[in-house]
């Protein structure tokens, strides 16, 4: 069990039987009245993000969240399959699992997923991946003020804003985490 009053970024708990994610908190004593904490935090299996304030003394169970890295097979249309790396057991799933990460996935590349209770609810890219542009405009030549960009869209089909001299068939390498570009290959 851990207490309200303990309550730290990046703190696990469960509520109502939902895994929840501490984002935020700050510890209150008003000059009159109880202390409290004011606090926010994300529900793990949705994303949704809720602001609460809670006693210091409140209890809940800690939210045991287990991650394995694991590898992108491939997809039948409707699912998505990931093998365990020590075990090569496959588990599928759905495109509302994976929909943040998949745009950044290649067959055979490594992904972070975690668990809660045994079922899979985030699937995370790795930091830094390196695509092949697919689909781009040339750039035009003169229109180099600084900081243009242009959309391309790549290997795996997310589209990424790049500097103007990249073509298609470059390789290059992508910040996941803001779908920035960072350089070519």
């Given at each position: 069990?851990i207490?309200?009053?303990?309550?730290?970024?990046?703190?696990?708990?469960?509520?109502?039987?939902q895994?929840?994610?501490?984002i935020?908190?700050?510890?209150?004593?008003?000059?009159?009245?109880?202390?409290?904490?004011?606090?926010?935090?994300?529900?793990?299996?949705?994303?949704?993000?809720?602001?609460?304030?809670?006693?210091?003394?409140?209890?809940?169970?800690?939210?045991?969240?287990?991650?394995?890295?694991?590898?992108?097979?491939?997809?039948?249309g409707?699912?998505?399959?990931?093998?365990?790396?020590?075990s090569?057991?496959?588990?599928?799933?759905?495109?509302?699992q994976?929909?943040?990460?998949?745009?950044?996935?290649?067959?055979?590349?490594?992904?972070?997923?975690?668990?809660?209770?045994?079922?899979?609810?985030?699937?995370?890219?790795?930091?830094?991946?390196e695509?092949?542009?697919?689909?781009c405009?040339?750039g035009?030549?003169?229109?180099?003020?600084?900081?243009?960009?242009?959309?391309?869209?790549?290997?795996?089909?997310?589209?990424?804003?790049?500097?103007?001299?990249?073509?298609?068939?470059?390789?290059?390498?992508?910040?996941?985490?803001?779908?920035d570009?960072?350089?070519?290959?």
């Amino acid at each position: 069990m851990i207490s309200a009053g303990d309550f730290r970024k990046g703190v696990t708990f469960e509520m109502d039987g939902q895994p929840f994610l501490i984002i935020d908190f700050q510890h209150v004593k008003p000059g009159k009245g109880a202390a409290f904490v004011r606090t926010k935090y994300k529900n793990l299996k949705s994303g949704v993000l809720r602001e609460e304030t809670f006693n210091p003394n409140d209890k809940f169970p800690k939210a045991v969240i287990e991650t394995k890295e694991m590898q992108y097979l491939y997809s039948d249309g409707e699912l998505y399959y990931f093998m365990d790396n020590e075990s090569f057991e496959q588990i599928p799933l759905n495109y509302d699992q994976v929909e943040d990460a998949i745009k950044w996935l290649k067959e055979n590349d490594s992904a972070t997923i975690r668990f809660y209770q045994g079922s899979a609810f985030q699937v995370e890219a790795p930091n830094f991946v390196e695509l092949e542009v697919v689909e781009c405009e040339p750039g035009v030549k003169g229109d180099t003020t600084t900081n243009v960009t242009k959309a391309a869209t790549m290997e795996t089909g997310a589209i990424v804003q790049v500097p103007l001299f990249v073509n298609q068939g470059d390789k290059i390498r992508i910040d996941t985490r803001s779908g920035d570009y960072m350089s070519r290959v």
